[in-house]
């Protein structure tokens, strides 16, 4: 099974702190996502890549940035905590080739900011 | 960008069919329709996509209107495990976006 993993389930940082969110993906997977979801707003894409080194913003990149050194993994950078960057993020694969492009998707990480 | 737009809420008894609509009335010709489910407490799994034609998986059926500006998720026999939030999704864009909408929260009546 393709498996989409994130480092943490929950996490509580301080504002201003600087945060990493990993994901590791283990199906050779070319796209890696970011999303984050608020109760209301559904999901929202901050950032993906569709290749190691690339990437692209999505609809709310602002307070954030990403890291993509291999293909398998995929950082989310949250350069300095803020309170409305607390939320449920969501990391997510998939192949680049338009027949075959399921997202597969991680359990989430919580991560609030006091 | 294109996007869907969904109902908030709806409910189903169980066993009987449901019928989930989505409208995207901006989709391009290239724009792969998606519908995805998420469980509580868990990221969303995929469910079925389909770019023309109706298709049918085990899961569920998708039909999609002759001028694409619609489709509708078909759940055959809602079970008390199909409780779910439902996102209609549209892959396009540049680069393989994936854009979600705010989906429709699924509850199923015993």
């Known amino acids: 099974d393709v498996k989409v993993t994130q480092s943490s389930r929950y996490l509580v940082k301080r504002t201003g702190e600087k945060v990493f969110l990993e994901c590791v993906q283990d199906m050779d997977h070319e796209n890696m996502f970011w999303y984050r979801q608020d109760p209301g707003l559904g999901l929202r894409l901050i950032y993906f890549s569709y290749d190691v080194k690339m990437k692209e913003k999505g609809d709310i990149p602002e307070g954030y940035s990403v890291s993509r050194e291999k293909k398998e993994r995929f950082s989310l950078i949250l350069e300095s905590a803020s309170t409305n960057q607390t939320s449920m993020y969501l990391c997510?694969?998939?192949?680049?080739?338009?027949?075959?492009?399921?997202?597969?998707f991680g359990s989430g990480t919580q991560l609030s900011v006091l | 960008d294109a996007k869907t737009t969904q109902p908030n809420s709806m409910e189903s008894n169980e066993e009987e069919p449901v019928h989930l609509p989505c409208n995207h009335s901006t989709i391009s010709g290239t724009d792969y329709i998606h519908w995805y489910r998420q469980l509580p407490s868990q990221g969303p799994e995929y469910v079925i996509h389909g770019l023309t034609s109706n298709v049918n998986n085990r899961m569920a059926s998708l039909a999609i209107a002759e001028d694409r500006k619609s489709s509708t998720l078909i759940l055959h026999r809602a079970t008390l495990r199909d409780a779910a939030v439902y996102y209609c999704i549209l892959r396009g864009g540049t680069g393989n976006q994936f854009y979600f909408g705010t989906g429709t929260s699924l509850t199923v009546i015993p």
């Open positions: 997510a694969s998939s192949w680049l080739s338009p027949t075959n492009e399921k997202l597969f």
